[in-house]
């Protein structure tokens, strides 16, 4: 099983431009979401999915917009990127949303805004 | 607010030797709390997971995590460290639609 699969691996992005980080999983998973991980501050909740055309808000939503049109697929859009955007970002699922169930995660975009 | 907090910022311990990673939690109602661990360049894996029950709760590669109430602590530990268990490890609890994580300790296991 692939599990969690996101691309690109890096990027380098100049102010101002926009791109999407692609997330898909391969296991049927309810749940999705999106985390930057920034050093000394863990990981914070970007935004997340529950299931295919629902999706909503986590902790540092602005500048970032989702969309869950497949079970498999929850791409990240960042639509004007800012040096403060400069992180790395995982993609995680789990089968459901409920409070007992962990996360898997893909292995990271590595993104860098100048 | 939901949350947990991770002490120490790194911790070095020889090879042989116990280890122990602490973490406090910030909870109201039942915690249900984990661990993961981060290799370099890697996504995080999931370790362990405390939902109720027994207060000791194994997990993968060795590790264990004891669950204290009276103390509001979820400590990771294993009787015997492995230069391979050097990385980076992340408490964490699960609240609603969002896992919130610690801060992470970074685990050095020198020979």
């Known amino acids: 099983n692939a599990g969690v699969t996101q691309t690109p691996k890096f990027q380098v992005l100049k102010t101002g431009q926009s791109m999407t980080l692609q997330c898909a999983q391969d296991m049927n998973h309810e749940y999705m979401s999106w985390y930057r991980q920034d050093p000394g501050m863990g990981l914070r909740l970007i935004h997340y999915s529950v299931g295919a055309g629902i999706t909503d808000q986590g902790e540092v939503p602005n500048g970032y917009n989702v969309s869950r049109s497949t079970t498999e697929d929850f791409p990240l859009r960042l639509l004007s990127a800012a040096p403060s955007q400069t992180s790395v970002y995982f993609c995680?699922?789990?089968?459901?949303?409920?409070?007992?169930?962990?996360?898997?995660f893909g292995s990271g975009t590595q993104l860098s805004v100048l | 607010a939901q949350s947990v907090a991770q002490p120490e910022d790194q911790v070095n311990v020889a090879e042989g030797n116990p280890l122990t990673v602490k973490c406090t939690y910030s909870v109201s109602g039942n915690p249900y709390l984990f661990w993961y661990v981060q290799y370099p360049n890697r996504g995080l894996q999931f370790l362990l997971k405390?939902?109720?029950?027994?207060?000791l709760v194994k997990g993968s590669y060795g590790f264990e995590a004891e669950f204290n109430k009276s103390q509001t602590s979820f400590h990771l530990k294993k009787p015997s460290a492995l230069v391979s268990d050097s990385a980076l490890y992340f408490c964490?609890?699960?609240?609603?639609?969002?896992?919130?994580f610690g801060a992470g300790t970074r685990l050095t296991v020198k020979p």
């Open positions: 964490a609890v699960r609240v609603n639609n969002d896992m919130r």
């Open positions: 995680a699922s789990s089968y459901s949303h409920g409070q007992t169930t962990e996360l898997f």
């Open positions: 405390y939902i109720t029950g027994d207060n």
